[in-house]
């Protein structure tokens, strides 16, 4: 069975501050797609980045940047100069190609505070 | 597009009360989820659907049931509500024909069983 972890649970940074949530996965399936879904205080889940197994490019989006390395099974997501904006809860997910592919596992979330 | 649509927003249920849980979406996607969100869990999943007629159990699926009897619903069912329900439920659907796979998540319903 899939599981992701996503062992911090809360981060508090100082506007401008670089921050980076951690997410590790396990999953026997050879092909697999990997998320990251921002949930600001309003509640709805906002999609951020997909990313299946056999593309390990890193990518860049403004201030968003996301680090795959197969080999630790982590897909860590940074963001650079953060804003007060981007204080939500994120989640890390996971799900296995084919029929599978709506059947996401999530990690537990972390709760990103940026102070002004 | 409305995308993903659930209704209630918002249910106050006593224990013991039963209730059905609305989900539409109207992009044509075949798959179609339903996750509940607890505090320090993340979501989880009680359903899955692959298509009209073909539905599956997540991880969480007791006291609950699903049917999907057309492509566009995908209703989530409470037989005889819970205190262990109340949680915050999201629907989700995802994958057309034409090769989109990108996940939609309804707003939520805010269930509370009393």
């Known amino acids: 069975a899939q599981k992701v972890t996503q062992a911090q649970t809360e981060i508090s940074v100082v506007e401008k501050e670089d921050v980076t949530l951690d997410c590790v996965y396990e999953t026997r399936d050879t092909t697999y797609y990997l998320f990251w879904y921002k949930q600001p205080p309003s509640g709805e889940l906002v999609f951020l980045i997909r990313r299946n197994s056999f593309d390990e490019q890193n990518e860049i989006s403004g201030r968003y940047s996301w680090n795959f390395q197969k080999s630790t099974s982590s897909f860590n997501f940074t963001i650079t100069a953060s804003q007060v904006v981007d204080s939500a809860v994120y989640f890390c997910?996971?799900?296995?190609?084919?029929?599978?592919?709506?059947?996401?596992?999530f990690g537990q979330g972390t709760i990103l505070t940026v102070h002004p | 597009n409305a995308g993903v649509t659930q209704t209630p927003k918002f249910q106050v249920l006593k224990t013991g009360q039963s209730m059905t849980l609305q989900c539409a979406q109207d992009?044509?996607?075949?798959?179609m989820s339903w996750y509940r969100q607890d505090p320090g869990m993340g979501l989880r999943l009680i359903h899955y659907?692959?298509?009209?007629?073909?539905?599956d159990q997540g991880e969480v699926p007791n006291g609950y049931n699903v049917s999907r009897s057309t492509t566009e619903d995908f209703p989530l069912r409470l037989l005889s509500a819970a205190p262990s329900q109340t949680s915050v439920y999201f629907c989700?659907?995802?994958?057309?024909?034409?090769?989109?796979?990108?996940?939609?998540f309804g707003p939520g319903t805010r269930l509370t069983v009393t």
């Open positions: 992009m044509n996607h075949e798959y």
């Open positions: 997910a996971h799900n296995a190609g084919g029929t599978s592919y709506g059947k996401l596992t």
């Open positions: 989700a659907s995802s994958y057309d024909y034409r090769g989109n796979y990108e996940q939609y």
């Open positions: 659907s692959v298509g009209a007629g073909i539905t």
